[in-house]
């Protein structure tokens, strides 16, 4: 049984940073892809970041967000500098067996954490 436990949300001013986890339970994290999306109200939810043995980032997000995975305790990270009230959104990871092919896909990807809100206020 797969499960994916989001934390370190919170509410941050523009120009902040926070550190988002994903703890996995009943998979190994290794090569399999894991990603970050998020969802703000009346948006459709959008991939933020994506992981397997190389990285894949957003355009809205590239030189601020960095994603990355701890093997030993089996747990994503996404760490964000210099936010933006854009940024503002309910945080997701995501995990599927295999590759990150179309990496930043919603439809990819077969299991999801229950998420985690991220505040940014200008």
Known sequence: QVQ?????????????????????FGYPVNSNCMAWF???????????AAV????YYADAVKGRFTISKDYAKNTLY???NS????????YYCAFRW???????STSKYTY???????TVSS
Not at 52 to 55: A, D, G, K
Not at 98 to 104: M, P, R, T, V
Not at 112 to 117: A, E, K, L, N, Y
């Open 98 to 104: 295999g590759g990150c092919s179309e990496a930043l």
């Open 4 to 24: 994916l436990v989001e934390s370190g949300g919170g509410s941050v001013q523009a120009g902040g940073s926070l550190r988002l986890s994903c703890a996995g």
């Open 83 to 90: 936010l933006k009230p854009e940024d503002t959104a309910q």
């Open 38 to 48: 998020r969802q703000a109200p009346g948006k459709e939810r959008e991939g933020v």
């Open 112 to 118: 999801w954490g229950q998420g985690t809100q991220v």
């Open 52 to 55: 397997s043995w190389i990285t």
């Open 78 to 80: 996404l760490q964000m």
